[in-house]
T-cell receptor, first 113, second 113 residues
Framework: ETGVTQTPRHLVMGMTNKKSLKCEQH?????MYWYKQSAKKPLELMFV???????ENNSVPSRFSPECPNSSHLFLHLHTLQPEDSALYLC????????????FGEGSRLTVL | RKEVEQDPGPFNVPEGATVAFNCTYS??????FFWYRQDCRKEPKLLMS???SGNEDGRFTAQLNRASQYISLLIRDSKLSDSATYLC??????????????FGAGTRLFVKA
């Protein structure tokens, strides 16, 4: 099993749809993250969960709703998205009292029509 | 000013060349520093951490200058397989005890035969 797995890998949705991205980490880490990567832009941190509590929300629109039911799972619920939300959404995990290295999933490529 | 700034690139170099990437960060309270590598349509992966004393891993050498808030990566004897985007990454501490990871926009490297 790879360390961080994301599903689905690709998602196409209309602006009125509701969908969710899922992330699971098998590394025993205590922090999980959602990042957005748009073309020719730096990775943008969206949400940070430490010990299942949200500790950082970088002014992300409410149409993105994270959920962290336990330390191994992280969801990103999507509703009424806009075409400019089309991007690669990357999940990552880390052990906060360690080196700070982030381990990324392969990402979910989202297209909003 | 961006929190983490990198050379815009792309860098096009022949095999065997030496190439250097530069990066500056704006927050003097930043605590730890990394270079990540991202291959086309793949997730970022840690290349190496960066320490004040400088550190080397095979053909790769990383340097940190805290006074100038400057980080560098030197690649010697470039290989075709080094072609990728190199991301400068900075960790800043959060009040919660965790940290926030900020990515630069990345510098693309193309190594040609």
């Amino acid at each position: 099993e790879t360390g961080v797995t994301q599903t689905p890998r690709h998602l196409v949705m209309g602006m009125t749809n509701k969908k969710s991205l899922k992330c699971e980490q098998h590394l025993g880490h205590n922090a999980m993250y959602w990042y957005k990567q748009s073309a020719k832009k730096p990775l943008e941190l969206m949400f940070v969960y430490s010990l299942e509590e949200r500790v950082e929300n970088n002014s992300v629109p409410s149409r993105f709703s994270p959920e962290c039911p336990n330390s191994s799972h992280l969801f990103l619920h999507l509703h009424t998205l806009q075409p400019e939300d089309s991007a690669l959404y990357l999940c990552a995990s880390s052990q906060e009292d360690s080196t700070g290295e982030l381990f990324f999933g392969e990402g979910s490529r989202l297209t909003v029509l | 000013r961006k929190e983490v700034e990198q050379d815009p690139g792309p860098f096009n170099v022949p095999e065997g060349a030496t190439v250097a990437f530069n990066c500056t960060y704006s927050n003097s309270a930043s605590q730890s520093f990394f270079w990540y590598r991202q291959d086309c349509r793949k997730e970022p992966k840690l290349l190496m951490s960066v320490y004040s004393s400088g550190n080397e891993d095979g053909r790769f050498t990383a340097q940190l200058n805290r006074a100038s808030q400057y980080i560098s990566l030197l690649i010697r004897d470039s290989k075709l397989s080094d072609s990728a985007t190199y991301l400068c990454v900075v960790n800043m501490g959060l009040n919660t005890g965790g940290f926030k990871t900020i990515f630069g926009a990345g510098t693309r490297l193309f190594v040609k035969a």
